[in-house]
């Protein structure tokens, strides 16, 4: 299959988007590898492929989008869960025609849309995890030995953070403190696009993705989400504008295991 333009990474506010079909699968007929990124999926169900999407694939610790696929002629498709596929760089809409006797034709002009509320939700989940990210490393950076942030989930219900080094419940009132400083000074979200060189120029080289991981050619850029005024991160998700739409962000609790952290927040 062709690369998918993930349209929600240039702009990620938009909630309807004119693409076209590229191709239209049944579940049952997929390789085995594309059929293993979401598990989930049932046999009388279907893919949808377009040439864009503003659908954001679960990934990245943010969920899917969810939404619908329309034609002009009338044809409706339910996108349940999206998935990319990293080797051909294709994004699958998983999900159902609401007619069974209707199908996309490849080529055909369609309209995507997506539920906004979640899309707010995920976004502010996101942003919010940053924020926290962000706020324990100003505070305990140089506090907790072999501190360092190692990965997120910001799935709503089970968001948290997680570091290397231990990192005792005392610090608790403090990560809170430092995230309502950030959210007050309401800091701009900033969507930027890095090369390997502005890693190292950041000072967070050992930040920089693995191109080859990510099936990206020579020459394409990374994209950062930053902070601005605070810290930058590699990332693919979508985002709020501001630290002030995060208002709400709380700490739920510290964890500790095996020399490593998990700070869990939830928005109000």
Known sequence: MSRTALVFQRDGFLTTLSTTITAVKSVTSLAEDERALYKQAHDDQHVVFTSATIFHPQGGGQPSDEGTIRSPSGTSFNVKNARLHIPTGSVLHFG??????????????????????????????????????????????????????????????????????????????????????????????????????????????????????????????????????????????????STADVKGTKVKKISRSKGTSRVGYVLD
């Open 96 to 241: 159902s025609f609401t007619s069974s006797e209707s199908r996309f034709d490849v080529d055909e002009n369609v309209e995507q849309n997506i539920d906004e509320e979640k899309r707010l939700l995920y976004s502010r989940y996101h942003t919010a995890g940053h924020v926290l990210g962000a706020a324990t490393k100003h505070l305990l950076q140089n506090e907790v030995t072999g501190f360092e942030e190692t990965k997120a989930s910001h799935f709503p219900g089970e968001a948290a953070c997680a570091f290397n080094g231990l990192i005792e419940g005392k610090w608790k009132d403090g990560i809170q403190s430092q995230i309502e400083s950030f959210i007050s000074q309401d800091m701009p979200i900033a969507i930027e696009w890095w090369d390997e060189e502005r890693f190292k120029e950041e000072g967070i080289e050992r930040l920089t993705p693995d191109r080859r991981a990510m099936g990206m050619g020579e020459g394409e850029k990374f994209r950062v989400v930053r902070i601005v005024g605070a810290e930058a991160y590699p990332c693919g998700g979508t985002h709020v504008r």
